[in-house]
């Protein structure tokens, strides 16, 4: 059976800027069917080699394959659901087949809008797609779909949702198949060096209210440090990789685990070869503020870190469980350890205005970090904060929820002026940077690293491809009033998938009225017993 995997062609100018990003979902999949015994399996990437359609579907359609699988986050819905369609009728025959976030949560939009979609995949991939394709292979599809835990498909007027699968509970069974990747063409612009995406940990014990890790993921687990590391010199010695970063949303959360990850690296040489990077928590450089030198001799150079918010108001929305003057600190450890530290801003929510943008701006250049970035703030369709926001969203075109594009307009700003502020951000705090930090400071390799950077801030801006700013006509603050996004207003949230919305927010609107009962009871009684005593003590006194 031949299976083909296929990368949407999307791009919005957020991260693509530093370089062109491996697709790891396909080299995830494709390792756990390769231990299943498929072995005809192929992938065309039409993101990073820029494939148009009509390219694409005399590519599908050489390939002659019998399922065509595509994955998607919410921006490049439309572009997956695309590729699906563009098989439905050149591969008419194959099964086809779509996963990833977007598609787990909102499977009943997908489905209302995309009608081609066979069947979605609902959460952690690997033994899911397994048993799928197995099916598909020994001749019972469609025939036992049904009874495939975490499916979701159209079964004539009804859309229908298996019960959820297991997360994938022995770690040590996935081994991703790299071989798949056409090396060459993923390049880390910063280092012009070969990048790649591994994964040490899956899920995140934190419920931050603007993402949906948490709830794809379900449960954290963590692998063992010898097999990514096995993962990773296979990397570096086969693909050429000189580069990369750990796809967790916090890898330092298992402190242990971490520590024995960098000491397996150490053991092995690999520091000298490779260099990478995180994303993790201000909370856990404060604790491992002792290990920090111990991580960069592992090769550690690079920090994202989620401090969000200049605002502690805005933190404690995001439910982020830091304090703002925390941030500051933790950027400090950082570049005393000679790691390169990137501090992460949310804006654009609805209380937003040019004071508060003002206040970022400030805020940033007061704590230092090596560079800043600036994203709008994107409301999952799936995530809590979305459902409190959920009155003043006004844009339903997904291509545009990117982190470059703001979705939501703030009171007190039109769009066209919070993209203009954030643009002032990033041109203040870059050109200060680069005249009298970047070429100045720091170790060779921390120059270098700089340098690297600021070439690709400069390579999209001249482009025009940073923050889509090209296709959005902006051009500077002359013309911050004549911006246009182009949001497909056309696109709206399908009947089915509201639906499921107003039953989920029922079903959890009861939950809370039961916990609120319980505590209030409990309360009753305890206030009771408490009375009740201290009555019997006074009169027995």
Not at 18 to 30: D, F, K, Q, S
Not at 53 to 59: G, N, P, S, T
Not at 135 to 158: K, T, V, Y
Not at 365 to 381: E, F, G, I, K, R
């Amino acid at each position: 059976m031949r299976i083909l995997f296929v990368h949407p062609n999307y791009r919005s100018g957020g991260a693509e800027i530093a370089g062109t990003w491996p697709p790891a979902w396909v080299a995830y999949l494709t390792g756990h069917l390769r231990q299943a015994g498929f072995d005809d399996i192929h992938f065309i990437d039409a993101m990073t080699d820029n494939i148009p359609d009509e390219e694409l579907a005399r590519k599908i359609a050489a390939c002659a394959p019998d399922v065509v699988g595509v994955t998607s986050i919410t921006p490049s819905i439309y572009r997956a659901e695309e590729v699906l369609r563009i098989a439905s009728e050149v591969a008419p025959r194959a099964v086809r087949v779509l996963g990833g976030v977007h598609a787990t949560f909102m499977y009943k939009q997908v489905l209302s809008e995309a009608p081609w979609v066979d069947v979605i995949v609902r959460g952690e991939g690997e033994e899911i797609c397994t048993a799928l394709m197995s099916a598909i292979r020994d001749g019972r599809w469609p025939a036992d779909r049904r009874a495939i835990h975490g499916l979701a498909f159209s079964d004539g007027e009804e859309i229908v949702a298996t019960p959820a699968a297991s997360t994938v509970k022995d770690l040590s069974k996935i081994k991703p198949d790299w071989s798949i990747l056409e090396w060459a063409k993923y390049i880390y612009i910063p280092l012009g060096t070969r990048v790649a995406i591994p994964n040490l940990a899956r899920g995140c014990p934190f419920t931050c209210s603007f993402c949906s890790q948490w709830k794809f993921w379900r449960d954290y687990r963590v692998r063992e440090p010898k097999d990514v590391v096995d993962e990773i010199e296979d990397l570096v010695t086969n693909h050429g990789v000189g580069f990369f970063i750990l796809a967790d949303e916090e890898p330092t959360i298992n402190k242990k685990k971490f520590i024995a990850f960098c000491e397996e690296l150490i053991a092995r040489g690999l520091p000298d070869r490779v260099k990478w990077g995180i994303n993790t928590r201000v909370t856990d450089i404060y604790r491992d503020r002792d290990l920090l030198k111990f991580y960069r001799k592992a090769g550690l150079v690079h920090v994202s870190l989620g401090t969000e918010a200049a605002a502690q108001m805005k933190l404690d929305q995001f439910n982020k469980e830091t304090k703002v003057d925390e941030n500051k600190t933790a950027i400090r450890l950082l570049r005393e350890a000679d790691i390169l530290v990137e501090a992460q801003f949310i804006v654009g929510l609805d209380n937003e205005t040019a004071e508060t943008l003002e206040e970022t701006y400030k805020m940033a250049w007061d704590w230092q970090p090596d560079l800043a970035n600036w994203s709008m703030y994107t409301p999952w369709p799936f995530t809590p904060l979305f459902q409190d926001l959920k009155d003043k969203v006004e844009v339903f075109d997904f291509s545009k929820y990117n982190f470059v594009t703001p979705i939501m307009k703030p009171a007190a700003m039109e769009r066209g002026e919070l993209l203009d502020g954030v643009m002032n951000n990033y041109r203040r705090f870059y050109m200060k940077k680069a005249l009298f930090h970047y070429p100045w400071r720091g170790t060779g390799f921390r120059r270098r690293y700089l340098l690297g950077c600021l070439y690709a801030f400069l390579k999209a801006g001249f482009q025009r491809t940073f923050y889509d700013l090209g296709k959005a006509g902006y051009w500077g603050p002359q013309t911050k009033a004549t911006v246009d996004f182009h949001f497909d207003e056309t696109r709206q949230i399908a009947e089915a998938q509201v639906d499921d919305w107003e039953a989920a927010a029922d079903r959890a609107a009861r939950a809370t009225e039961r916990r609120e009962a319980v505590r209030a009871q409990m309360k009753e009684r305890g206030a009771a017993r408490v009375c009740g005593g201290g009555t019997e003590q006074m009169e027995a006194g």
